[in-house]
């Protein structure tokens, strides 16, 4: 693979012009594809195989022109004295009933509080529910703005009006975030080389990458039925891969000039090594995030696979983008003292000086590492999982105000209602609804509501204790385990369970699957058992100490000011295999990154620990900027007004922190230190069976070292094969 890549960034490197105008066609042809897409609707949860999924498909099916996927929203009443049932008050709601049919073509229906019963029982609560025929994100501004006017014009006669419900969502804004965050990894490119224009590659290129990425996300978005979330993550997970890639290749580039190679074999040369410690680092990461198929939930697996395509595309201009504009570039990507011929000095540097206190204290580093991480997960112990609602929202937005309103004037389940379908007759309807008010912790049953055809029934339960409860939970499960087949329990609530529930179950699959692949992949780059084995036990570590601090700051609330976290509550069901996923793909980034630099040297004669000491030596410096590149990207995220958005951000920020420098920094070279030559111990039948991709460029060297000085390494016709390929 070395050779092969070799002569990809020498053909690169040398065809400048013609790679440039490639890319910047295929930015522009992105661009006008997603310019020309309609625009994109919100994607469709579902969560296939559950009940509650099934219940939902099954309304569809018998109660046709139900709206079942529509918006929804509760307009809230309370007056400050007397009742919603005064003939002032009454007058009002009856209003604004009026106003809200009237108010845009999308609604399906607006129900009557005091025909169907949506008074509280002391009279102070009243609430008018809104069912629309679209999505939320397909409501128009005219239509959200006719339901905000009708609360103002409620409030003005002096009632408490709030409105929830999902009508008034809107797609996530991150704000000034992300440009922050790019901000600040053009600060540490331009401190780690020393030159704007080195500093500048790696962030045009990953840019490039990124907006031909998301161009054709949007440009597919209606096709694939993507959702706002998915071009997020693919933007977050772009910009960060696209930054380090780039990184590692100029710095190899910039390394290769400094031996006195000239500007062709050097790009030849960097594409040659640190590109295939790329290559393989992006295929850890892609595998990640097209493993997220396996969990079977629809929203997830398109998610994974558009962050994986933007993982491609970085990893491909990598591998010829960059040598292209490092032919531009000239010698502008050195140092201005290098440029002037200063000696560089012969002082150690960081990384030297720091892999030389690890190998004097192996164990002290070793344990420091892992009780501190330990000691950051022990949170984890106490993770609730669940799916954001409306009692999630900061305590200032009115979803949150009408929450509360509802719990304290109907009782702390009624925000989180069960909607029971009965696949029968008016008979079994009836006989359901007999049963399941003989349960404990149900407030409240409705009476059932038959189809046209009078063959299903809906019913509605409202629990006494609260959606996320455990005891709400216990409910559903007891109506459950009491029906016949023919009763499904649905509703939001439902969902959530059966969501959590799924994602549990699919956890340990998909860990074995990740991390199985990967230890594979690993095994054959670095040729060894124990190193592979290693890399995966510490981003266990890593991963468990991120999903500890998450827990502390979104779940504890603890520095929840400091994030911009308003409201604390339930960690999101998704987050924990989402974390393994991306996570586990940057954590291999990084020990590609640092320990193919330590293989190579090891390979080329040197000791296990002088290895060590060579692999920090030219790697460290450059995995310290990649991984403050990363954590400054993905903590432009915070700023995001969507709460799962934000858990994300700062899980992968916090994750990335652990895994580079305690990991991976401390932990792994500590490890290496240890085990000394039996860290590259492979058995011979295993070194036989496994193919030898020589990553770290040995047959490269060889054959480099074997043509005479100044011939070129490969003939014009070869070299034009290579192009066509």
Excluded: C
Excluded at 188 to 195: A, D, E, K, M, Y
Aim: aromatic letters at 6%; hydrophobic letters at 50%; proline letters at 4%.
């Amino acid at each position: 693979m070395a050779t092969f890549l070799y002569k990809l960034g020498r053909s690169a490197f040398r065809r400048r012009r013609l790679v440039a105008l490639l890319w910047v066609a295929l930015l522009a042809l992105a661009g006008v594809g997603a310019a020309n897409a309609s625009t994109a609707t919100s994607s469709s949860f579902s969560v296939p195989g559950t009940e509650a999924q099934k219940a939902f498909d099954l309304l569809e099916e018998r109660f046709p022109g139900g709206s079942a996927d529509g918006a929804t929203a509760r307009v809230v009443f309370k007056t400050p004295d007397g009742k919603m049932t005064d003939a002032a008050n009454k007058a009002e709601v009856n209003k604004a009933v009026a106003a809200l049919k009237a108010g845009s073509d999308q609604i399906a229906s607006v129900a009557d509080p005091y025909t169907g019963k949506a008074v509280s029982k002391d009279g102070s609560t009243a609430y008018v529910s809104v069912s629309y025929k679209v999505s939320s994100m397909e409501l128009t501004d005219e239509t959200r703005e006719a339901l905000e006017k009708t609360g103002t014009e409620a409030r003005d006669a002096g009632l408490t009006v709030e409105i929830g419900g999902d009508a008034l969502q809107t797609v996530p804004e991150t704000g000034v975030g992300e440009v922050i965050g790019v901000g600040i990894a053009a600060v540490v490119l331009v401190i780690t080389f020393g030159s704007l224009v080195a500093a500048g590659l790696p962030l045009l290129t990953a840019i490039i990458g990124v907006g031909i990425g998301i161009s054709t996300i949007t440009a597919l978005a209606n096709v694939f039925d993507l959702g706002s979330t998915t071009s997020t993550l693919a933007t977050m997970i772009g910009l960060a891969v696209g930054i380090d890639y780039a990184l590692f290749i100029v710095s190899r580039y910039r390394a290769e000039l400094a031996d006195g190679r000239e500007r062709e074999e050097a790009a030849g040369r960097a594409v040659g090594t640190a590109g295939s410690a790329v290559v393989f680092a992006g295929l850890t990461v892609v595998i990640a995030l097209v493993g997220l198929a396996v969990v079977n939930i629809p929203m997830l697996t398109k998610m994974g696979f558009a962050a994986a395509g933007t993982v491609v595309i970085a990893v491909l201009i990598a591998l010829t983008l960059i040598p292209a504009l490092l032919g531009f570039a000239g010698n502008r990507v050195l140092g201005r003292k290098v440029r002037k011929g200063k000696p560089a000095g012969e002082k150690p540097n960081m990384g030297t000086r720091w892999a030389r206190f690890v190998l004097r204290r192996p164990v002290t580093v070793l344990l420091a590492g892992v009780v501190g991480l330990g000691a950051i997960a022990v949170p984890v112990a106490s993770l609730e999982m669940g799916l954001p609602d409306d009692g999630s929202q900061p305590v200032s937005t009115t979803q949150r105000k009408a929450y509360d309103l509802l719990s304290d004037g109907f009782g702390p389940g009624f925000n989180g209602p069960l909607l029971v379908v009965v696949d029968g007759d008016k008979a079994a309807a009836d006989r359901t609804v007999k049963e399941i008010k003989g349960l404990d912790g149900v407030a409240a049953v409705t009476p059932p509501a038959l189809n046209k055809a009078g063959d299903t029934a809906m019913v509605t339960v409202v629990p006494k204790d609260r959606p996320s409860s455990v005891e709400t939970e216990e409910l559903v499960h007891s109506i459950r385990d009491g029906s016949r087949g023919d009763v499904l329990v649905t509703g939001a609530t439902a969902m959530n369970i059966d969501f959590s529930q799924k994602m549990n179950d699919a956890l340990l699959p998909y860990l074995a699957l990740v991390v199985g692949l990967a230890f594979l992949l690993l095994m054959v780059v670095f040729r060894s058992v124990l190193v592979p084995l290693k890399a995966a036990l510490g981003f266990l570590l890593s991963v468990v100490a991120a999903l500890g601090a998450v827990v502390a700051v979104f779940q504890w609330g603890w520095l929840g000011s400091l994030f911009g976290v308003e409201q604390t509550g339930p960690i999101m069901s998704m987050m924990p295999i989402f974390m393994v996923g991306v996570v586990f793909g940057l954590a291999m980034d990084y020990e590609v990154f640092l320990v193919t630099r330590m293989r190579e040297a090891y390979v080329h004669g040197e000791r296990p620990g002088e290895a060590i000491v060579t692999g920090f030596k030219h790697g460290a410096r450059v995995v310290t900027a990649a991984a403050v590149i990363m954590m400054a990207v993905f903590s432009g995220f915070i700023g995001s007004s969507e709460q799962m958005v934000k858990m994300i951000g700062f899980g992968l920020a916090i994750a990335v922190f652990f895994d580079a420098f305690v990991v991976r920094m401390a932990i792994v070279p500590a490890v290496l230190a240890l085990l000394g030559h039996k860290a590259w111990w492979l058995p011979r039948w295993l070194d036989r069976a496994l193919p030898n991709v020589d990553v770290e460029g040995e047959k490269l060297h060889k054959e480099l070292a074997d043509r005479p000085e100044g011939a070129s390494p490969e003939d014009p016709d070869e070299e034009r094969q290579l192009v066509r390929v």
